[in-house]
């Protein structure tokens, strides 16, 4: 990100000397050459060390050639440090690392190209700020990152991972608060198994000759009674990391995408049928909230990814009571809302599988069991239904951790007296939305 520059058309196409914000930018001009690919002799120079700019040969090499020699970071004293995710510069922008004027700082090592990419953005003067973040002017602008996430990986690629520099944070000049800082502010790490959806893994763990009628009557009963979105393996979140940065002004909201979420929310319908022959409003509820990604997000594809949705009942999924998953959610979109920077933990807790018995399953699709001893035989199943969704947001002061119970995935059996519909009613939201006098009734009965 760099600061609003005035520069003379003259002086953008000649790449001369020009004044940026009190100092002189050496020259960058040198002769266009063409991109090396895998036979480039920058092979050779793997094993060079940083520099004192924190910058090897070999890097600075690639960035050369991948700016067809109009940018030389040596040349122009630019630096890379490693310093500490909590160094002061990266929390007061909610960045994990950044780039600012001819200095990179970087709380990760991963991010080491991507950030070096910044420095050639920043010298070649493509970037200018979109906004501005606890009083420092920032870019955000999503294809910037993701040239700096494309060249920074071959910057890495044509050069070992150099050493952090021996500079200490008491001696990284601060750089010109007129230039734009670049964030990376992209943690979401989501740990996954790949399911079959509930009617693809039913049709493939059928013992066919138990029943009556005949295998492909069996699996049209059986389709056109289910929603069945889906036929291959999908991914089923079981945990998720993300660290979410502050709310930046004028970044455009993410447009939500909704045919993956209304497939999860398929696999709910058919879950709850499977078992209990009923139909119920699911949902594919987000873990990480929507409303916080942004189109600019580097990772913005995985808001409405599988690996970040599960089936939620309506209740739970927009329910306002304490024990509903939209409660979680608020409470994360608020620290967000008050430019926060922080991370949130999610674990879903899931049943590795669900036995069926046979006879209940001849049940829910009117099927004929050739012997009645099999009734009580199962069929194992993958379980896609939740049992629990623990979360656990971290701010600098704000600890809390939550485990919302998804009690309407419970089935129960026929409700025979007052005092089960209650029980029932207290596992799920519906019972707080009874006023007064209605529970009084209910209690009666």
């Known amino acids: 990100m760099f600061a609003d520059r005035e520069k003379s058309e003259a002086a953008v196409r000649n790449r001369t000397s020009v004044t940026d914000a009190g100092y002189d930018r050496p020259s960058m001009l040198a002769p266009l050459r063409p991109l090396r690919y895998a036979a480039s002799p920058l092979g050779l120079r793997r094993s060079e060390r940083p520099s004192a700019s924190g910058i090897t040969a070999a890097e600075n090499a690639a960035v050369r050639d991948l700016s067809h020699g109009r940018v030389d970071l040596h040349a122009i004293g630019a630096s890379v440090h490693h310093v500490a995710e909590t160094h ?22 991963a991010d080491r190209g991507h950030e070096i990419w910044h420095l050639a953005q920043q010298a070649m003067g493509a970037v200018r700020p979109t906004t501005i973040i606890g009083g420092a002017p920032v870019n955000a602008d999503a294809r910037l990152e993701a040239d700096a996430d494309r060249m920074g990986a071959a910057i890495t690629r044509a050069a070992t991972p150099a050493t952090a520099s021996s500079a200490t944070i008491s001696t990284i000049a601060m750089a010109s608060p007129s230039e734009a800082i670049q964030r990376q502010v992209k943690k979401f790490k989501s740990e996954s198994i790949m399911r079959e959806p509930p009617i693809p893994d039913l049709l493939n763990s059928l013992d066919y000759a138990k029943f009556k009628e005949t295998k492909p009557q069996i699996q049209k009963r059986i389709t056109e009674r289910t929603s069945n979105p889906k036929k291959n393996k999908t991914p089923m979140p079981k945990s998720i990391e993300a660290t979410i940065a502050p709310n930046v002004f004028g970044q455009t909201a993410l447009k939500r995408k909704t045919h993956k979420s209304g497939v999860v929310g398929k696999i709910g319908i058919d879950s709850l049928y499977l078992e209990s022959k009923n139909y119920d409003v699911y949902e594919g509820g987000h873990l990480i909230p929507h409303e916080i990604w942004t189109s600019s997000d580097p990772q913005a594809h995985l808001a409405d990814d599988y690996v970040n949705l599960v089936p939620m009942s309506r209740n739970l999924n927009v ?121 009084d009734d209910l209690l009666d009965l």
């Open 319 to 439: 329910g306002t009571a304490e024990n509903t998953w939209k409660n979680a959610e608020g409470k994360i979109t608020q620290h967000w809302k008050n430019n926060n920077t922080f991370t949130v933990k999610v674990k879903v807790d899931t049943p590795r599988t669900k036995l069926h018995h046979y006879g209940r399953l001849a049940e829910v699709f009117d099927l004929s069991l050739k012997n009645i001893n099999d009734a009580y035989k199962t069929v194992e199943l993958w379980n896609w239904m939740p049992a629990s969704i623990e979360a656990e947001e971290t701010t600098n002061t704000i600890t809390f951790s939550s485990v919302f119970e998804n009690a309407s995935h419970n089935v129960h059996g026929a409700i025979s007296s007052g005092g089960e519909l209650v029980s029932v009613l207290k596992e799920t939201p519906i019972w707080n939305r009874c006023d007064i006098d209605l529970q």
């Open 88 to 109: 002061p510069r990266l929390t007061a922008v909610g960045a994990r690392s950044l780039t600012q004027g001819r200095q990179a700082l970087i709380g990760d090592p």
